[in-house]
């Protein structure tokens, strides 16, 4: 019984903090170690639930969603000979994506680790894997993109199919639309992307509309669920619970990947919407469920977005990681974590392991809010999910 705790593999290496644009730049890997930390803290890191480092991945893995030529780009930049006329044009010497020395290695290691959690949760190595490193997904065919350089979701999905001849459910739960992803499969049946996300009419990218549905084969294999600004958990896991068992039910999947972006929560700097811990807790928890329900259990689980990452990342993260592993986490935040990283953060840290929403200030217009989110559920549910189910009787799936 899956209720017991399953074998979980966390994917970390102390040189994925190599992928760092600059010292002022959001991305900060930081956040990952003091992920590492607090589940150490906590206990969460046992015999069943271990940390594994990835490999890098190869060029020929990179290349089976990029361009030979954005690799190229992307190589040059890392080694410092690329002009930035040349650069631009790849989407690289952005504001958003920065050029730094070994970039393209930094980069093919985060890669490395999301195959790597596939191919541990399709052998059977591991119950559930989860790549806190990966979700990088922005990234397109020839294009870095939203701090993403290669989208390592993708090179997973991949393999998922080549490999195992999975067909795979991708849900993106990060405040940002997973429109890399998207577009790489838009083609395809064999992949179906969920995201749900802050509506494009407020946040970048700007895509991800509810009419996006995916193209040729991969006609109504693309479904989105746009939030409004300052969405809470409420209203958020309304929509989570109503359609992504539903979908699951209807595409009846080999695995999951899961992204785990948390940059949905209140305190994100970067986004409007107003999730607390327990929206990243519950989404990861229902899927989890839904693995086991329909893919004996196999579940590859990504990082992506959050950047608060002092309060929310090392939290949402951890209770992500215990939420697929079946193992409790304490209600504090224990005390030598705090006391390790209280000096550095530049606010104060967090007492709790999971929100009291009851600490945040209340939404304002919320129930304009949920009502709007409701409005998208309902075309979701009463477009989306038919037109799913006939694709997938017409693909003879
Ligand atoms: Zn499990
Ligand atoms: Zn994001």
């Known amino acids: 019984m899956w209720g017991m705790g399953c074998t979980t593999a966390l994917i970390y290496t102390p040189e994925y903090h190599r992928y760092r644009f600059n010292e002022d730049h959001p991305f900060n890997p930081l956040r990952l170690q003091l992920t590492v930390e607090l589940l150490d803290a906590c206990g969460l890191l046992d015999g069943a639930h271990t940390l594994v480092p990835p490999r890098a991945a190869t060029e020929a893995e990179l290349a089976s969603v990029h361009s030979p030529r954005f690799i190229a780009a992307v190589k040059a930049a890392s080694a410092g000979e690329l002009d930035p006329a040349g650069a631009a044009r790849f989407g690289l010497g952005t504001e958003d994506v920065p050029i730094f020395p070994g970039m393209h290695e930094a980069a093919t290691l985060l890669v490395g680790g999301s195959l790597l959690a596939a ?6 190595r591991a119950a559930h894997a989860f790549n806190i490193g990966g979700g990088l997904h922005h990234a397109g065919f020839g294009l870095a993109s939203g701090f993403c350089v290669y989208n390592d979701i993708a090179v997973a999905c991949r393999r998922l199919i080549d490999r195992y001849g999975a067909r795979v459910l ?8 997973g429109d890399g992803v998207q577009d790489l499969f838009y083609d395809t049946d064999r992949v179906l992307t969920v995201s749900f996300h802050e509506t494009g009419r407020y946040l970048f990218p700007g895509t991800g509309a509810t009419d996006e549905r995916g193209r040729g084969d991969g006609y109504g294999f693309a479904i989105n669920v746009p939030l409004e600004p300052f969405t809470d958990d409420a209203s958020w896991l309304e929509g989570f619970e109503a359609l992504v068992p539903a979908i699951a039910r209807l595409y009846r999947p080999d695995v999951i990947v899961l992204q785990n972006g948390c940059d949905g929560h209140c305190l994100d700097p970067l986004t409007h919407l107003c999730a ?15 693995a086991h ?20 990342a090392p939290r949402a993260w951890a209770l992500v990681w215990a939420a697929l592993g079946g193992q409790t986490v304490p209600p504090g935040v224990p005390a030598a974590w705090r006391d390790r990283w209280a000096a550095r953060s530049p606010v104060p840290l967090p007492a709790a392991m999971r929100d009291d929403p009851a600490d945040y200030p209340p939404v304002p217009r919320q129930p304009e809010i949920a009502a709007a989110n409701a409005r998208t559920y309902a075309t979701v549910r009463d ?3 038919p037109l799913l189910e006939r694709r997938m009787i017409e693909r003879g799936s």
């Open 293 to 312: 329900e329909h893919c004996d259990g196999r579940l590859i689980a990504l990082g992506g977005g959050g950047y608060d990452i002092w309060r929310v």
């Open 383 to 385: 477009i989306s999910l």
């Open 276 to 290: 607390t811990t327990r929206t990243f807790e519950g989404a990861a928890a229902l899927v989890h469920d839904l």
């Open 119 to 124: 191919e541990l949760v399709m052998e059977g």
């Open 170 to 177: 991708y849900i993106d739960n990060d405040a940002h639309h």
